[in-house]
């Protein structure tokens, strides 16, 4: 994998954590840095997961950003469960 290659997949990595997070219901409780993160392994893992089952044929697939988004929601639900509870202070 290329830098450029790398720098593709971090920044679809982004945008697939913020789509999952317009999935998955419920008020947003993690920080962006967390969610971006939780798109950038879902990115990778979905990729990772075409390849094995033989979907992709190298290049732009369909089942790629399924998985892609699907792992990612997942993910995302999986943060929020375990990340706590933002308490705000009173003034």
Same mark, same amino acid.
């Not at 450029?4 to 219901?25: D, E, H, M, N, Q």
């Not at 089952?53 to 943060?79: K, T, Y």
């Given at each position: 994998?290329?830098?450029?290659?790398?720098?593709?997949?971090?920044?679809?990595?982004?945008?697939?954590?913020?789509?999952?997070?317009?999935?998955?219901?419920?008020?947003?409780?993690?920080?962006?840095?967390?969610?971006?993160?939780?798109?950038? &392994?879902? #990115?990778?893992a $979905?990729?990772? *997961? @075409?390849?094995? /089952?033989?979907?992709?044929?190298?290049?732009?697939? !369909?089942?790629?950003?399924?998985?892609?988004? &699907?792992? #990612?929601?997942? $993910?995302?639900? *999986? @943060?929020?469960? /375990?990340?706590?509870?933002?308490?705000?202070?009173t !003034?």
């Amino acid at each position: 994998m290329t830098i450029g290659g790398l720098a593709a997949a971090v920044v679809l990595g982004a945008v697939i954590g913020a789509l999952a997070r317009l999935i998955v219901p419920g008020r947003p409780t993690m920080p962006v840095w967390l969610l971006m993160g939780a798109g950038v &392994v879902a #990115a990778f893992a $979905g990729t990772g *997961l @075409v390849h094995v /089952f033989g979907l992709g044929d190298g290049g732009w697939s !369909p089942w790629e950003i399924l998985f892609q988004i &699907v792992l #990612a929601a997942a $993910g995302v639900c *999986l @943060v929020a469960a /375990f990340w706590p509870e933002r308490t705000r202070r009173t !003034p």
